[in-house]
T-cell receptor
Framework: GQNIDQPTEMTATEGAIVQINCTYQ??????LFWYQQHAGEAPTFLSY????GLEEKGRFSSFLSRSKGYSYLLLKELQMKDSASYLC?????????????FGKGTRLHILP | DAGVIQSPRHEVTEMGQEVTLRCKPI?????LFWYRQTMMRGLELLIY????????DSGMPEDRFSAKMPNASFSTLKIQPSEPRDSAVYFC?????????????FGDGTRLSIL
């Protein structure tokens, strides 16, 4: 089966750096996504990793280690608008079945 | 560009009633997904279609739930009869052919409350 774990909640201060971890177990791993979801809104795409290493995109970076089944999302220079849930999602491909499985998300609270 | 369009945005109905949720994917996207989101269970995949054909419906909770995609621009998710435990936000998402690194684009969701 599939299993995706991430912390339920985190708190950080405006201007600081925060790292949100995600561990996963799946037999058909073929990529990992991070999505941001503000309260009452739809998830929006942040990043994609399929190879080991760090992908940087502005203030946000995402890291993947396939051998460890581990990823993290790094947010720098935190802003109040970064208060949201961050969803880790794994692409699972087996035979003709190709789908994305989401974790339950990490609610990030930014304090002034 | 128009994104994924869902209707209605909100639905409140009494248990036992039939509920129909609608979705229009982004034009040219061959994959369509239906998700349910609750605080307890997070974002759960219910069913997805490729080129209008259902590929995996293993996430559909029970026979009260059904989904159709009669053409490339329209899909419905139906609950009959509805129960209070079906209360959740239902999202529709679409993505282009051969996903790879192509993310899913989500609609604004339907907030469903069953009394």
């Amino acid at each position: 089966g599939q299993n995706i774990d991430q912390p339920t909640e985190m708190t950080a201060t405006e201007g600081a750096i925060v790292q949100i971890n995600c561990t996963y177990q799946t037999s058909g791993f073929n990529g990992l996504f991070w999505y941001q979801q503000h309260a009452g809104e739809a998830p929006t795409f942040l990043s994609y990793n399929v190879l080991d290493g760090l992908e940087e995109k502005g203030r946000f970076s995402s890291f993947l280690s396939r051998s460890k089944g581990y990823s993290y999302l790094l947010l720098k220079e935190l802003q109040m608008k970064d208060s949201a849930s961050y969803l880790c999602a794994v692409r699972d491909v087996r035979n003709r079945d190709d789908k994305i499985i989401f974790g339950k998300g990490t609610r990030l609270h930014i304090l002034p | 560009d128009a994104g994924v369009i869902q209707s209605p945005r909100h639905e409140v109905t009494e248990m036992g009633q039939e509920v129909t949720l609608r979705c229009k994917p982004i034009s040219g996207h061959d994959y369509l997904f239906w998700y349910r989101q609750t605080m307890m269970r997070g974002l759960e995949l219910l069913i997805y279609f490729n080129n209008n054909v259902p590929i995996d419906d293993s996430g559909m909770p029970e026979d009260r739930f059904s989904a159709k995609m009669p053409n490339a621009s329209f899909s419905t998710l139906k609950i009959q009869p509805s129960e209070p435990r079906d209360s959740a936000v239902y999202f529709c998402a679409s993505s282009p052919t051969g996903q790879n690194n192509q993310p899913q684009h989500f609609g604004d969701g339907t907030r469903l409350s069953i009394l």
